[in-house]
């Protein structure tokens, strides 16, 4: 009996000898490969001979790793692991978004130039007053004029700066939490893009930026005639939690006819209209 055990014995140990060289070879061809693939865990990690245990470790880390360190200048709030259009927005009581950087380009949604509370635009971006918005305001005007109004835009494309001017002085006269409510932020106002226009009568300036402007017939025929040149009126009454902003009368965007058209049908707001914030 003691001979076979012997012998039953040394082929186990045999046995289990292949079988540790050959898990050693398993365990360094997968940490090869990680390493291959990952070589940004060689900065962080103490070696390369780690169990799976530790490289499954490892390979989470190298997950967070880079994005972390990229976020680095923006507040913790939005440092999360996730990709980067999932972010989760915190937006202050003014409807931005917190620690939201300057914009590098100016968005389009379906082809549409959007600048709100959400989407703001670059510093850079000074197209001016849009060609094509004027002519279809003069076109609007003249044909007002005919229906008994003295149409004026007085107020249309304003750069970043003039608009850091002006909400600066809003701020200072009624407060941020009220400016907020009615002037854009530098880089968030439409004005900025050249195709909103801000519209009163004539001998009336007394309405000029009041809501009251929309209860005179000019204002009323604004509202039920400024698509068939364009325009849509941007802040209506009630949709201040969707566009942002108090109700103004006086805020006219243009869209082209088309979609002013499909816009005003759809008694929705632009954002609601685009499907974006
Ligand atoms: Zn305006």
Redesign the pocket.
Known sequence: MKPSFNNNHNKNKKYMIWIIVLASLVVLGAATYFVINNPSILNNSSGSQGTNLESKENEENSDKEPKEQSDVDSSDSESSPQKDDQKPEVVDDNGYIVGQPEATEPTYVDGVLIANKKYPLPKTFQPGEDVDARAAFELMGADARKAGFELVAF?TYRSYEYQQTLYNNYVERDGKENADRYSARPGYSE?QTGL?F?IGEVGREDLWLTSEFGETDAGKWLVNNAHKYGFILRYPQGKEKITGYMY?SW?FRYLGIQLATDVKKSSLTLEEYLGIQ
Request: net charge negative.
């Open positions: 107020s004005h909103a801000d103004e805020h």
